[in-house]
């Protein structure tokens, strides 16, 4: 069954170090989202994107986020200039026409920043 | 914007027995809530979801119910076993936008 793909699956930067998260969405499907979970706490939304576009973003997702989806096959998410509070782990997700609500999650990738 | 909360944030129950999960959600407008299994350090897993127009959903040993009007969903689990232990999580959202979860509840199956 095919799956959501992310990588690396851990990354350790210092505090104002930029950090590019990769992930490879499941192949027939055209909406794509960022998730965070910060240790212990609960899954927190991002952006989404769809058509080469955000269509949708949260108040975390500020100036030092942005998303690409620089070929067929990749969606990023960079942060530009890394903060302690960034430490957590970031979660891709993906869903297909037809069915944009169920969505399927990557393995994550635990940032560390210190 | 939603606002989805969670209850038990930790329940442990035996063997066999039943666990029950309750979320609240505030936007009306949400109509799609599924449940995430996380186990320590994995991936969030869907487990079941259920749509606004139904209020009622059962996959084998899990199920889930929905009211509308109390703004209310829950997730029954029966006859756990100890590989039901994980963390889960309710989330709500609007037509496939993005999910709002809760802040999951840690079940514990004790054998």
């Known amino acids: 069954e095919p799956e959501v793909t992310q990588t690396p699956s851990h990354q350790v930067t210092q505090m104002g170090q930029e950090v590019i998260l990769r992930c490879v969405p499941i192949?027939?499907?055209?909406?794509f989202y960022w998730y965070r979970q910060i240790l212990g706490q609960k899954v927190e939304f991002l952006v989404s994107?769809?058509?080469?576009?955000?269509?949708?973003k949260s108040e975390i997702f500020d100036d030092q986020f942005s998303v690409e989806r620089p070929d067929g096959s990749n969606f990023t998410l960079k942060i530009r200039s890394t903060k302690l509070e960034d430490s957590a782990m970031y979660f891709c997700a993906s869903s297909r026409q037809g069915d944009r609500e169920t969505q399927y999650f990557g393995p994550g990738t635990r940032l560390l920043v210190l | 914007g939603e606002n989805v909360e969670q209850h038990p944030s930790t329940l442990s129950v035996q063997e066999g027995d039943s666990a029950v999960i309750k979320c609240t959600y505030s936007d009306s407008a949400s109509n799609y809530f599924p449940w995430y299994k996380q186990e320590l350090g994995k991936r969030p897993q869907l487990i079941i979801d259920i749509r606004s127009n139904v209020g009622e959903k059962k996959d084998q040993r899990i199920a889930v119910t929905l009211n509308k009007t109390a703004k209310h969903f829950s997730l029954h689990i029966t006859e756990t076993q100890p590989e039901d232990s994980a963390v889960y999580f309710c989330?709500?959202?609007?037509?496939?936008?993005?999910?709002?979860f809760g802040k999951g509840t840690t079940l514990s199956v004790s054998s």
């Open positions: 994107f769809y058509n080469n576009e955000i269509s949708e």
């Open positions: 192949s027939n499907h055209l909406y």
């Open positions: 989330a709500a959202s609007e037509a496939g936008t993005a999910l709002i």
